[in-house]
């Protein structure tokens, strides 16, 4: 289908044309057949003029009956094409090849659009015909050549001797990778010979610079077989395009997609950087380098309105296609201090992106201030640089730079906007960086602030921990652990991890660790601590904005170990349950009743309790440790039990045998692990006595106190001690229940317990002067370190600690 628009040299818009004026001629109709236009070829082939045949039926031209000319529309089809008899004015007959479009006319009405070939009448003598192709040959708007069926050149036209600076009488004879020694040129041969073999045309890409050309150019080859009448091969056609622009087009749009795949792999400022100068070199430019202010190094908020002046940045990278990058004169982490009149500081105060040439004025009066600079660009040949800001959300971060010295041409605007395209997505990506890494920071500081520093000194175990957050990309999360002395020598070892990760998780961990010491000073037994650890995390989720923050849920682990008994009472919150060791190298994991995570609520905590021999070692960690891409949790829970077997000298070098066995490099969760080797108080530690329930065994039971005291060497806190006992084992006569007893504990203090039946616990209490009781506790605690009570499944231990005097 095609309109009178559509061809306007089959409409005689061109009269002077012989072939047009001679072999072809022209006329419309409507969609009913009727003659709208009557072009002037018409009138001299059949005749008529365009007053007597426009707004006729078409079909009074036909020989043959009249329907004939209704075909077009008979069809119902947009194109038609055969033979046909028309009827000249005279009355002799025309016999045509016919071409029938349908198209839309200007007005939007249908139409059919009539060519009418002559085969009648005689074309242009022969010479004028042979001088008219061999015309459109030279001169044809591509590049053509002929070539023999031995590759060899028969006839090249205007624009081929253009491209091969070489004239075509000289390149007669010669085969194309003789006169051009590119690779190419071999794979445009070997596609020739396989038409010559085939029949088949073949297409080919190139680009390359030619000798007639001052740069590379994208060509778009088609290769033909050419035939004689009897169909026999008498060589290749060799017709070439130039595609530049198209192929500059598609590869600026990969470029683009490139860099929207592999910029801001990381929340890394430098590996960001870095991704930038690797897109670009060598697809853009053969240096590239990416210089960042000083503030992103402090985690500084930017410095408010434009930058003018000099401006000192830090080299965050640079990518050459010259192996070491011999174009730098900053390393990588240096600072530079740049002049107000060099371009990178004139982009940034201009906030505009800029293309300079050497020759320009700028990069003289630089040169000029920086004579190794100077020196270094002729050495390597630069002639053309671009210096774009890396802006986001109206922060400016820095610049980058890109250079050529190896590509011949020039940075043009194309090169520029390509260059803000990828440096405006790599500035994205390194300000969300500089976000992510303050915030990180930040919540990192505060998660080292909560976890513990140092502990106190204890007995009960030996121990060691290891702490490892996660990668930048999970953020910082809330696993904890902790060792916390308890009354009798006992000690209470904790892990715990809360849900999710950044700020909100350390702050919860952070109260949730308080909460967990705070319980663990009244004594409460792991069950009853869980279940009020519990009511906390139930409490914070009601106060926090789950919209915002996310729901807060946790798990806990808490175990208790009286190195007196060798007895380890534990209960876990949805935590994994521990690893234990026995000296004789059995190892295992501990079957412990599986309690729900703590803020479900409504569910209980169940306690077990297990003896372990004295040596044993307790492996508690969080779930980060056994849960990894490479494994599930069976094969981490059998994993860390072998590393855990591994001979090591120390437990600092278990641990690292533990984490070097079980994690990659970057872990993809925090992870807390605590190992505790469990010692024991033997009965020459220990003495135990039980006390009747009558006042008159005060005094009896001092003595043994003072003569336990004198067997252990510390005959000179004798009195403190007896005052002490003398006053807890009269308040348990008083006030207490049977059975009662009392018990000292030489460790790096002397623990006086005494236990009695009653849950009611002791308190102190101002005395008035004429009272004749109630000083008894209130002269316990001005004599001692520190004391407490806690309660037992039958009744209750008062007890208090004394400094040692140094041995």
């Known amino acids: 289908m095609c309109s009178d628009a559509a061809l306007p040299n089959a409409r005689g818009d061109r009269p002077d044309d012989p072939v047009e004026a001679v072999y072809t001629a022209t006329a419309t ?112 708007p591509c590049i053509l050549a002929i070539y023999d069926t031995e590759l060899r050149s028969v006839q090249a036209n205007a624009d081929m001797e253009r491209a091969l600076a070489m004239s075509d009488d000289r390149m007669r004879g010669l085969r194309l990778s003789q006169i051009l020694a590119h690779p190419d040129a071999e794979k445009n041969e070997r596609a020739m010979r396989h038409v010559l073999e085939t029949g088949e045309r073949q297409f080919l890409e190139n680009y390359l610079r030619l000798p007639g050309e001052s740069r590379q150019h994208a060509w778009s080859i088609s290769l033909a077989p050419l035939r004689d009448p009897a169909g026999s091969l008498l060589g290749v056609c060799f017709a070439a395009r130039d595609t530049t622009e198209q192929h500059r087009a598609r590869q600026r749009l990969l470029l683009v997609t490139d860099a929207s795949t592999r910029i801001g792999s990381t929340l890394d400022i430098a590996r960001t950087a870095q991704e930038l100068v690797d897109v670009a070199v060598p697809q853009l430019a053969d240096f590239s380098s990416v210089d960042l202010l000083t503030f992103l190094d402090r985690g500084d908020e930017p410095p408010p309105g434009p930058l003018t002046g000099q401006v000192t940045m830090r080299r965050a ?5 010259l192996e070491g990058v011999p174009e730098a004169l900053v390393a990588v982490g240096s600072v530079a201090t740049y002049p107000e009149f060099s371009p990178p500081a004139e982009c940034l105060a201009a906030d505009r992106p800029a293309i300079y040439e050497m020759t320009d004025s700028a990069i003289a009066k630089w040169a000029a201030f920086d004579p190794p600079r100077a020196a270094k660009m002729r050495s390597i040949g630069a002639h053309s640089a671009m210096v774009v800001p890396l802006r986001a959300r109206g922060v400016t971060l820095g610049v980058a730079l890109f250079a050529r010295h190896r590509r011949p041409e020039p940075f043009d605007q194309d090169d520029l906007w390509l260059a803000e395209e990828i440096t405006a997505r790599a500035a994205v990506c390194i300000d969300n960086a500089r976000r992510y890494t303050r915030e990180r920071t930040t919540a990192a500081t505060l998660q080292r602030s909560l976890l513990p520093q140092t502990f106190p000194d204890q007995s009960a175990v030996e121990f060691a921990f290891r702490y490892l957050p996660a990668g930048a990309e999970a953020g910082v999360g809330g696993d904890w652990f902790d060792v916390i002395p308890l009354s009798g020598a006992r000690v209470a070892l904790v892990v715990g991890d809360v849900v999710g990760h950044g700020i909100q998780a350390s702050a919860t961990m952070g109260r949730l660790r308080t909460a967990v010491h705070t319980l663990a000073d009244i004594d409460l037994p792991p069950d009853e601590l869980l279940t009020h650890l519990d009511d906390l995390v139930i409490r914070l989720s009601a106060e926090t904005d789950t919209q915002t923050a996310g729901d807060i849920g946790a798990t806990c682990l808490y175990a208790v170990y009286d190195p007196v008994s060798r007895r380890c009472t ?36 169940e306690a077990a309790e297990v003896e372990l021999p004295e040596g044993s070692l307790l492996a508690f960690y969080t779930d980060g ?55 024991s108080l033997g009965a020459g530690h220990v003495a135990t006595w039980d006390v009747p329930s009558d006042p008159s065994c005060v005094a009896p039971t001092r003595q043994n106190a003072a003569d336990q005291l004198t067997a252990w060497g510390l005959e000179e806190g004798s009195f403190t001690t007896e005052l002490v006992v003398s006053e807890l084992v009269t308040n348990a006569i008083r006030y207490g229940e049977p059975p009662i007893q009392l018990r000292l504990i030489h460790d790096r203090s002397l623990i006086c317990e005494v236990s009695d039946g009653s849950s009611t616990a002791p308190h102190l209490r101002r005395a008035r002067v004429l009272d004749e009781g109630g000083r008894g506790l209130l002269l316990v605690a001005q004599l001692t370190q520190r004391w407490g009570t806690r309660h037992t499944p039958h009744g209750k231990t008062i007890w208090a600690e004394q400094k040692l005097p140094p041995s």
């Open 29 to 140: 109709t409507d969609e009913r057949g009727i003659v709208t236009e009557w072009g002037e070829e018409a009138q001299q082939v059949l005749g008529y003029l365009p007053e007597e045949i426009v707004g006729r039926p078409a079909a009074d031209l036909f020989v043959q009956d009249a329907a004939q000319a209704a075909w077009p529309a008979l069809t119902g089809r947009g194109r038609w094409t055969g033979r046909a008899t028309l009827r000249h004015r005279d009355g002799h007959r025309v016999e045509v090849r016919l071409f029938a479009h349908r198209g839309v006319a200007n007005g939007g009405a249908g139409e059919w659009f009539l060519v009418f070939a002559v085969e009648s009448r005689p074309g242009p003598p022969p010479p004028e015909n042979d001088a008219l192709v061999r015309w459109g040959f030279a001169h044809s």
């Open 317 to 321: 990278a640079q990518q050459s296609v």
């Open 570 to 605: 534990l209960a876990r919150a949805g935590h994994p349950p521990p690893a234990v060791i026995t000296p004789d190298g059995a190892a295992d994991i501990l079957d412990l009743p599986a309690g729900p995570p703590l803020g479900l609520g409504g569910l209980p905590f």
């Open 625 to 679: 440790l056994i849960e990894t891409r490479r494994c599930d949790v069976d094969e981490g829970l059998s994993t860390l039990c072998q590393a855990l077997r591994q001979p090591a000298p120390s437990l600092d070098a278990i641990c690292d045998t533990v984490l070097k066995a079980m994690l990659p490099a970057r872990p993809d969760d925090d992870i807390a692990l605590l190992l505790a080797r469990t010692r």
